[in-house]
């Protein structure tokens, strides 16, 4: 038998962050963005290309 356990309502967090923190983390995500975009670019250039078939 499977235990059923009944799923809460989401509940919302609010924190505090400093300017300083709050910057920081922004810049973060900034790198992390284009980090993301440049190994897109390298995976799309590593794949083989595809050609469409001629008949």
């Known amino acids: 038998m ?3 356990i009944s799923a809460s309502p989401p509940q919302t967090l609010y924190v ?3 300017r ?9 995500r900034d790198e992390l963005q ?4 440049r190994l ?7 794949q083989p290309q595809r050609h ?4």
Do not use: G, W, Y
């Open 34 to 37: 284009e980090q993301v975009a």
């Open 16 to 18: 505090s962050i400093r």
């Open 2 to 4: 499977q235990t059923l």
């Open 40 to 46: 897109n670019l390298l995976l799309q250039q590593a």
């Open 52 to 55: 469409p078939a001629t008949r």
């Open 20 to 28: 300083d923190e709050l910057q920081r983390l922004k810049q973060e």
